[in-house]
């Protein structure tokens, strides 16, 4: 396996360039790449991240990882900011698809998305983005204890296979709600519950699994996805 450190050029961003983590496991490379796309909470950096790459790239898969520009942001000043605005976002995660098809140009595309990652990529996905499918790791179908301010307008646009994985204890998704607006995906998409789970898929105590478990049994899930649906 090898990781290489990338600078991902993007317009019309409150920065001129993002970095990114380019793990590829070599010549065992499974035909479809994945682009990891990190959350409004954390970077791809967090433990999160870093440990569901880690699975990944042992069942086979090249990922590549990158910032938005306000996580690229606190990284240079060490300042919190908030996420940046749907345009920024969107012009990054771009950037990103277009960098990955360079460096793979015969792999297509699943694009895995943790929490807003997801999110912003199914609004590019809907305009029109040749990805090969969209995976959420904890799809933010509302704000946290909000369940009537739905974020599900475009997914009668969304024309690529979808898994959601969901935790039972995730504030940012009332399955009862998802499961309705799944009604009105425009593809098949595929709803597996993760029990216990909060929105970060932490578990409680009593389940005794690991991170380094959950991160294993989430890759594993999506492996099995992928295999079984592309």
Known sequence: MT???????VDDAPVPAVSALFDDP???R??????????AGADMNHAFMAGVTAAFVELGYAVLRFQYPFTELISQTGRRRP????PALEATHLAAHNRL??????SPQVLVGKSMGGRVASHLVSRGLPGKALVFLGYPLHPADKPWKLRDEHF????????FLQGTRDRLADLERLEK???SYADDATLEIVQGANHGFQLPAA????????HADLAGRIHRWIEAEL
Do not use: C, N
Request: avoid cysteine; glycine fraction near 4%; proline fraction near 10%.
């Open 3 to 9: 990781t290489k450190q990338l600078q991902i050029h």
């Open 26 to 28: 070599g010549p065992s």
């Open 30 to 39: 499974r035909p479809h790449a994945l682009l990891f796309a990190h959350g």
């Open 83 to 86: 996420a940046d605005r749907m």
């Open 101 to 106: 098809r360079e460096l793979l140009p015969s």
């Open 156 to 163: 009668d646009q969304l024309f690529v296979p979808a898994l």
């Open 181 to 183: 607006s799944l009604k």
């Open 207 to 214: 389940r005794r699994m690991s991170p380094e478990e959950i």
